[in-house]
Each structure stands twice: as C-alpha cells, then as structure tokens.
Nanobody, 123 residues
C-alpha cells in the first residue's frame, strides 16, 4: 500500500516562499512519476507540477511557471515543491500523487493521494 504524506504548508504573505515536501512509502518510489495538484475552495482540483521517475522531465501549469520548482530525491523517497513569489491565487490545499507515467499522472485519476497540506497566501 502506498502512503504519501505532505508537509510544509502554512500562511505566508504575497511575494513570499514556501517549500512543500511529500514523503512516500510502501512502493519503489523511483518507479513512479510524481506530481502536485491543488484545490481551492469552490474550484476543481488542478495540476500544478509533475516530474518523471528520475527527474529528467518536468511539467508546470502555466500559472506557476517561473515561480515554482518541482524536484525529487529518490534516495529519500521524497518530492518537493519550491514555491516562490507566491500570490493570493495560489491559496489552496496542495496534494501529492504518483502514477506509472507522466501522462497518467496528469489526468489526476491516480488511486494514490496524500492527505493534503494547506497553503494560504495573504495579500
């Protein structure tokens, strides 16, 4: 059974930074593409960023390009999301997920999700 646990959320002022982490257990971490989704109140869950198994390819939503950086440390079974220049519209619950391929992950239908971590950006 895969377990994903997010950490690092919190309250930050606009323009600030946060680093989210997602610790994985139960599966061979390096065999999966990993990613972050977010869901704001009243909105659908949307993909934020994704990274392939060995980190050779990354994907970012247009809304976060140039501000967020996704990375992973397969030796530590951990994925990160470095968020800079945060905006109030980045406020959401952020979830990590994994899937066999980047294409599958981007559909958002994985069976494996963390519990989420709240990010709140004040103006």
């Amino acid at each position: 059974q895969v377990q994903l646990v997010e950490s690092g959320g919190g309250l930050v002022q606009a323009g600030g930074s946060l680093r989210l982490a997602c610790a994985a257990s139960g599966r061979a971490f390096s065999n999966y593409a990993m990613g972050w989704f977010r869901q704001a109140p009243g909105k659908e869950r949307e993909i934020v960023a994704a990274i392939t198994m060995i980190g050779g390819f990354t994907y970012y939503a247009d809304s976060v390009k140039g501000r967020f950086t996704i990375s992973r440390d397969n030796a530590k079974n951990t994925m990160y999301l470095h968020m800079n220049s945060l905006k109030p519209e980045d406020t959401a619950v952020y979830y990590c997920t994994l899937d066999r391929t980047m294409s599958d992950l981007r559909t958002g239908v994985s069976n494996y999700w963390g519990q989420g971590t709240q990010v709140t950006v004040s103006s």
